[in-house]
């Protein structure tokens, strides 16, 4: 007998009411429950950090977090972060000029993570950006293009 | 979905917290930031009947300072403990080891206390809570009591808590006059488990000879592993290479035992240990007889 639990919580903006059972995982949540897919499923234990979402404006693993947990709180994912539908953010924007990716898995990871740090920190040196992205891995890039494609987006955020 | 089936109670108050943890006994497990319990869960290695939720309990959430002790609740995030003035300004070995665990995203959630109850020997918090003497509050529905580091950190992921008691508090004594602190730590990736770390504290007397001194070893061991014999060949000296290099030697051949892992051998364990003995002693050594060199 499986027992749901009702859970609300605001999700890019919108109020979202539903149910989970205890053990689902709020990244299977919005992945299944909500359909938003952009947030990723790696590793599972913390460490890929495929799955970074924001809860109440600040990245989080997704994975390291019950549904249930999301209660009264408000969540972004990567679907949140483009203003409009014809509309990139600068990150974005700036990822795609400076060929910041290649398979594209660890990108919305990478850009939740990136989104509150370029926030705090508008001018950002290289070891700045190098360190706020040590909890993000990726595979492909060499992460050369993603700390240019940063710096990229921090000049056009300041513009 | 990774976990097994398990029911979920969250509070908001200290005292439901205690009444459920009576009630269910071993059979629940608390949830603080959850950085090592879901991971855990998920993989199954622990599959707990009943998880009670603390974090919206958020009296357990504070940073303050009272009769000169820093006190710390236990649902304090690891994040909020980085970047407090009042812990970089009264205890700098505590500011200077918070970003070595994990990534950010983790100490955003991962709290204070969880760690320190969770009692993982290859982790900061406990080395560091051992090498700074502080002492533990754990409450119960029957009562409160004390326990000081060295008897509350037991062995691996064993901690000196009842069945039916929370780790509530975490007090630091003041830091110690003129002395100077390091930390560090070698891991294959920034954020990984390190395969070796040691903080070190070195107190000098005004006449710039070492008083008293402390070496705490992290993965070497199945808890934070406190050096006393190599810290005691430091008292009365000033802390030359020759010295230094003696105290390192017995620290790594006597006080450690390292066990190995995928990542590195034991062998290689001792050797990152010496290395870093040498350097963390010679960073707390300069950074005391800058304090005393301030006050003349």
């Known amino acids: 007998m499986k027992k749901s639990y009702p859970i ?49 404006g600040t990245p989080t693993r997704s994975c390291l977090m019950f549904a249930v947990q999301a209660d009264g709180h408000d969540l972004k994912t990567v679907e949140g972060l483009a203003p409009s539908e014809d509309e990139m953010h600068p990150l974005q924007e700036s990822f795609r000029e400076a060929h910041a990716l290649q398979c594209g898995f660890c990108t919305p990871g990478i850009l939740m993570t990136l989104e509150p740090f370029l926030e705090k920190n508008p001018n950002p040196t290289e070891d700045d950006i190098r360190e706020a992205l040590s909890g993000n891995i990726c595979r492909c890039t060499g992460y050369q293009h993603i700390v240019d494609a940063t710096q990229l987006a921090a000049e056009k955020m300041a513009d | 979905m990774k976990p097994t089936p398990f029911e979920y109670i969250t509070v ?12 269910h006994g071993d059979e629940a497990k608390l949830l603080a930031g959850g950085q090592s319990l879901i991971p855990s869960m998920n993989y199954r290695l622990a599959q707990p009947a009943i998880l009670i939720d603390l974090n919206n309990i958020n009296g357990l959430r504070y940073i303050k300072t009272e009769n000169g002790e820093l006190r710390i609740g236990t649902m304090t995030t690891q994040a909020a403990v980085e970047h407090n003035p009042i812990v970089a300004q009264a205890q700098p070995l505590i500011h200077e080891t918070i970003p070595f665990i994990a990534h950010q995203q983790i100490r955003n959630r991962g709290t204070f206390g969880g760690s320190l109850a969770h009692a993982d020997p290859a982790s900061e918090l406990p080395l560091i809570a051992l090498a700074l003497n502080a002492k533990f509050h754990a409450q119960s529905l029957d009562g409160e009591r004390w326990v000081d580091a060295v008897d509350f950190i037991e062995t691996m992921f064993t901690v000196d808590l009842t069945d039916d008691e929370i780790l509530t508090e975490i007090a630091f004594p003041p830091f110690p006059k003129n002395t100077g602190w390091s930390f560090m730590e070698v891991s294959r990736r920034k954020g990984d488990y390190a395969m070796a770390g040691v903080a070190a504290l070195v107190t000098l007397g005004e006449d710039g000879v ?14 934070a592993m406190d050096a006393k014999k190599a810290a005691a060949l430091l008292a009365g000296e000033a802390l030359t290479k020759a010295a230094i290099d003696a105290a390192a030697d017995t620290a790594v051949n006597e006080e450690i035992m390292p066990f190995g892992s995928v990542h590195a051998a034991p062998e290689y364990q001792t050797h990152l240990s010496r290395v870093l003995t040498e350097r963390a002693l010679e960073t707390a050594h300069q950074r005391a007889k800058m304090l005393l060199e301030g006050k003349n």
């Open chain 1, 8 to 56: 609300q919580f605001t999700i890019n903006g919108k109020a979202h009411s539903g149910e989970a059972e205890a053990r689902m995982l709020l990244v299977d949540y919005l992945r299944t429950e909500l359909g938003l897919t952009g947030t990723h499923i790696g590793c599972e234990h913390g460490v890929c950090g495929a799955c970074t979402i924001l809860v109440d």
């Open chain 2, 12 to 23: 908001d108050s200290l005292e439901a917290a205690l009444m459920h943890k009576k009630e």
């Open chain 2, 210 to 223: 070492c008083e008293s001194a402390r070496l705490v070893y992290l993965n070497v061991g199945d808890k």
